[in-house]
């Protein structure tokens, strides 16, 4: 399957984050890195991938192959894109095993990302992370595009 | 003479300070307004010199806490013009008071009976109607806009022989507009419907008077109108308040109990079960008379000042949505073709600007207006022109940058 994440290699996206020194830099990264991530189709928009408790919508697919873990996303919002190619980042490829063991808020909080985690947002990106790990966990396929 | 908002920046130094080294500015007023320092002082006295539970001791404390509890609701009940106190309600807010009214008056439903409300409710005046709806086999029926946003020319159709109650906000939170209350009610009190006017967006900027709308009912929210959260007003024509069946039963609204009878308590303490929220009432009786000090209608004149302002400038850009009215509104609410508006909040927010951006607590008006939410700047009497000036800027700044597709 393609790479969800385009050319971007995941050492520039940290890199690229962790240098903005204040959160207009980081709105302007994230705008940047949002024109890196593929564009799911509309057929592959479905409720069954939609995820609850964004404000934007937010649509993640998950696939395993090999062992490995290969994700699309997308979002109506500029931004939340942004946030994805970087969470997308630090899972993509990935083992379950590696992933269930990975501490993703303070990874996503390494890349000065930590305001978008706070609950009180209610935009969804704990909702996502936790549909990374569970997903991860059941090592099924039902959130594949195909079923 | 103008109204300079400058001399009351000192009385809200929460606005003094930046948010990501940028000016803090504070355009979210319609969700909660700051508070001056008159309510917080007010709030701390009554810690520092006379907390007591109200109506139940009597000692030296109980006696000064009892006093001002009631005398803040003497001060709210001349500051909406009710003719007696204990026409005056405390609850949490506008929600509850919307909701002792729902359940108070569900034993004079019948199937078929009619609960009429408008297209631009907030979920708070929508959702207890229909969920009463639901309990009672009663219809809810909607008095709609058109699709431009207009009130329908005739609509007096919808107030029928069946109509029970007819509740309306005052101005809508989502778009600022006002709704042609005196009409609605005329209506209404024709078909011998009960009235509530949910004033939750109209208390902080309109002198209201309950006896000149001539309602039923009339609610709002402290945090609103420069006062604490917890704390709201049901207010009721004495009839209008008898008629309800006590929402939460306890101590305090009781006269006589035993295991087989209970006598409930006058108003207002029939409906205000429990050890009421002390420290909220003190606090909301400051924000009347911190309200009351000022010229109102000049402040209300600077606050439409402002929202025709950003309207104007807006309208002028160009490539803007924009759903609340040109003029007599305290707020501008937007969207921006192709631009997701949790993307602009986050832009004006990195620059300090606080907006709101979403559904605003009412879905199916957004759904009329054929959107999933709109981002709306707020103004109250402590924004200043630059603040507003500010806002266009930086929105028209977070529009060019992601416009770029
Ligand atoms: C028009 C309107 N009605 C009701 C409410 C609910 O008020 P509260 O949450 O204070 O109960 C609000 C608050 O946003 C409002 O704007």
Known sequence: MTDSLGQQKPVNIKAQLQACRSKEETFKTLVTLSKTLPRLSTEEKTEQNKIKGCESAVWLIMEENDGRRHFKADSDAKLMRGVLVAILSLVEGKTQTDIQQMDLKAELAELNLSSYLTSSRTNGVLAILDKIKSGSEHRDNQHSPKQ | ?405
């Open chain 2, 1 to 405: 003479m103008a109204f300079d908002p400058l001399l009351l920046r000192p009385l809200f130094p929460i606005l003094a300070q930046s948010a990501y080294d940028h000016p803090l500015t504070y355009l979210d007023n319609a969700a909660t307004t700051q508070k001056p320092l008159p309510v917080l002082d007010a709030i701390q006295e009554y810690y520092l010199s006379f907390n007591a539970n109200v109506h139940r001791g009597a000692h030296f404390l109980s006696d000064r806490a009892t006093n001002r509890f009631e005398q803040a609701r003497d001060t709210v009940a001349k500051f909406i013009n009710a003719p007696e106190q204990s026409h005056v309600i405390w609850t949490k807010g506008t929600t509850e008071a919307i909701n002792v009214v729902a359940y108070g008056l569900e034993h004079i439903l019948e199937k078929g009976d009619e609960i009429l409300i408008t297209s631009l409710e907030h979920h708070a005046n929508l959702v207890p109607w229909q969920q009463l709806a639901f309990r009672t086999g009663a219809r809810l029926r909607i008095v709609p806009l058109t699709s431009n946003g207009e009130w329908e020319p005739e609509f007096s159709h919808y107030f029928t022989d069946r109509t029970r109650i007819f509740a309306a906000t005052q101005v809508s939170n989502a778009i600022g507009a006002s709704t042609p209350l005196r009409t609605m009610i005329n209506l209404a009190k024709q078909q011998g419907a009960f009235t509530l006017v949910d004033g939750a967006q109209a208390v902080a900027h309109y002198p209201v008077d309950v006896q000149a709308l001539d309602c039923d009912f009339y609610v709002f929210s402290g945090h609103k109108m420069y006062g604490p959260t917890g704390i709201g007003v049901l207010y009721g024509k004495n009839h209008a308040l008898e008629i309800l069946m006590p929402y939460q039963t306890g101590g305090e609204m009781v006269r006589h109990v035993s295991y087989q009878a209970t006598e409930f308590n006058v108003l207002p303490y029939r409906l205000e079960a429990g050890t009421p929220h002390i420290e909220g009432v003190i606090g909301l009786a400051a924000a009347c008379d911190f309200l009351n000090a000022q010229d109102r209608l000049a402040l209300l004149a600077w606050e439409q000042s402002l929202a025709n302002h950003v309207y104007t400038r807006l309208l002028k850009a160009g490539g803007i949505e924009i759903y609340s009215p040109e003029k007599n509104t305290t707020l501008v609410s937007l969207s921006v073709p192709n631009i997701h508006i949790l993307d602009l909040n986050a832009y004006l927010d990195s620059q300090g600007i606080a907006v709101r951006a979403g559904s605003h607590c009412a879905h199916p008006l957004m759904a009329q207006l054929g959107v999933a939410g709109t981002l709306r700047a707020s103004f109250a009497c402590y924004n200043t022109i630059e603040e507003a000036d500010r806002f266009c800027d930086v929105l028209l700044d977070a529009i060019d940058l992601l416009n770029d597709e």
